[in-house]
């Protein structure tokens, strides 16, 4: 069992936080002030970049990052896809790792595409409680409760994302055994 906070209310301070993202903090603050259980889009790339993955992929990844690793930062759902917010640049260096790890190959055909928002994309937050309409499609798993919270970066995401998927699938660097083949043991040579 993970042992994930379970901090699904954004705090103050993590409205602050997610405000920070956009051009004008104050427009994003105005609008959950007057609607604060209504999700928001909000800019990637200044104050955190996001990884998203399918939600059982993901949870697997969570799951990796709070069991055995440092944690994770902010993460949400929204519409069947886990997103795990990450240090800007994430977005950036994490697909050249995932090419590096043959990520997507033959190899690894069972491991699903992991999506990487950074600057010039945006994202659906969930709302600051997250008990809106629909709160069920966009929600907070672990929610902001800093102004400045840990974010993993790139590195951190993709051990997430290996050992998840060494977990899930068991890829190994050898071809299938040939079950007709004849074998012998070598192993005690006069």
């Known amino acids: 069992m993970s042992s994930a906070p379970n901090?699904?209310?954004v705090t103050p301070e993590g409205v602050a936080w997610l405000a920070s993202a956009g051009t004008y903090p104050w427009r994003t603050l105005a609008r959950w002030e007057?609607?604060?259980?209504?999700?928001?889009?909000l800019p990637c790339g200044t104050a955190f970049d996001v990884v998203s993955a399918p939600a059982i992929f993901?949870?697997?990844m969570l799951d990796q990052l709070w069991d055995?690793?440092?944690g994770s930062g902010p993460v949400a759902v929204f519409r069947g896809r886990?997103?795990?917010?990450?240090a800007p640049g994430t977005a950036h260096r994490l697909p050249s790792l995932l090419a590096w790890e043959e990520w997507g190959s033959h190899r690894t055909d069972a491991v699903p595409p992991?999506?990487?928002?950074?600057?010039?994309?945006?994202v659906t937050v969930p709302a600051p409680g997250g008990e809106g309409?629909?709160?069920?499609?966009?929600?907070?798993l672990v929610?902001?409760?800093?102004?400045r919270p840990w974010l993993p970066g790139p590195e951190v995401v993709l051990w997430a994302a290996v050992r998840a998927a060494r977990a899930a699938v068991r890829i190994s660097i050898f071809p299938p055994a040939d079950q007709d083949a004849n074998v012998y043991d070598v192993s005690r040579r006069r």
């Open 7 to 9: 901090v699904t209310r």
């Open 34 to 41: 007057r609607h604060p259980d209504a999700p928001l889009v």
């Open 58 to 60: 993901g949870r697997r």
């Open 68 to 70: 055995e690793g440092p």
């Open 82 to 86: 886990m997103l795990l917010f990450a």
């Open 114 to 122: 992991l999506l990487c928002h950074g600057t010039g994309d945006e």
């Open 133 to 140: 309409i629909g709160a069920g499609d966009c929600r907070w």
């Open 143 to 147: 929610a902001p409760d800093q102004r």
